[in-house]
């Protein structure tokens, strides 16, 4: 059984930017430049920007709504993106990648979300199995449970870097890792290098 007093979150950044910054944190005008300059920099391969944007504001403004009916009470209208455990594929994403290590126990409770898995994978129907963690979030205590009866999703071996991905399906359909959704700032405000 995992214990909360053991467990961490991490987050995977790029040295250069920084940590804690999403994206659709930016007005969208603004986060379009950006991937413009990702573009331009051969950073960034996704055909249409405009689509790929829609579709993360989108999903927040999901993963928001979701956690606010559950009762969550978020601080942030955006979620700052991290991994319950560690992943060290994730690294491949970034040039030059840093990670930040934070124990759960520093959180108050109500103002994280999980999923059982990428979030844009857990939400999305067209994958919907009969397990209970499709098209949901949770709290702390309850993904501890669901990892107790599920263990981590399957290992799937992909490297951005290296354009290794898996075979069976597309990486954006795999499970990958549980995700951990931080919707307060405050105790990341104390890892933020100055």
């Given at each position: 059984?995992?214990i ?7 987050h995977?950044f790029?040295?250069?930017v920084?940590?804690?910054k999403?994206?659709?944190?930016l ?6 430049e950006v ?13 249409n920007i405009d689509q790929f944007?829609q ?8 993963l928001?709504?979701?956690f ?5 009470r978020p ?8 991994m319950f455990?560690e ?6 994403a970034?040039e ?5 290590k934070?124990?759960?126990?520093e959180f108050?409770p ?8 990428d979030s844009f994978?857990?939400?999305?129907s ?5 397990e209970e963690?499709?098209?949901k979030?949770?709290?702390?205590d ?5 990892i107790?009866?599920?263990g ?16 069976d399906r ?5 499970l990958k ?5 931080v919707?307060?700032?405050t105790?990341l ?5 100055k």
């Amino acid at each position: 059984m995992l214990i909360k007093d053991k467990a961490y979150l991490y987050h995977y950044f790029e040295r250069d930017v920084g940590p804690f910054k999403p994206l659709t944190a930016l007005p969208f005008e603004k986060a379009k430049e950006v991937l413009i300059d990702q573009k331009d920099a051969g950073k960034f391969y996704h055909p249409n920007i405009d689509q790929f944007l829609q579709k993360r504001y989108d999903h927040d403004k999901k993963l928001y709504d979701t956690f606010i009916a559950r009762g969550g009470r978020p601080q942030l209208t955006t979620p700052i993106y991290m991994m319950f455990g560690e992943h060290k594929q994730w690294v491949s994403a970034y040039e030059n990648p840093e990670i930040i290590k934070i124990s759960l126990t520093e959180f108050d409770p109500k103002t994280i979300s999980f999923t059982y898995g990428d979030s844009f994978a857990v939400f999305d129907s067209a994958l919907f199995g009969e397990e209970e963690y499709w098209n949901k979030i949770y709290f702390i205590d309850e993904i501890l449970k669901i990892i107790d009866r599920h263990g981590f999703p399957p290992h799937v071996e992909y490297d951005f870097k290296r354009g290794i991905y898996p075979l069976d399906r597309h990486i954006n359909h795999q499970l990958k890792y549980v995700e951990a959704h931080v919707w307060d700032d405050t105790i990341l405000n104390k890892y933020t290098p100055k």
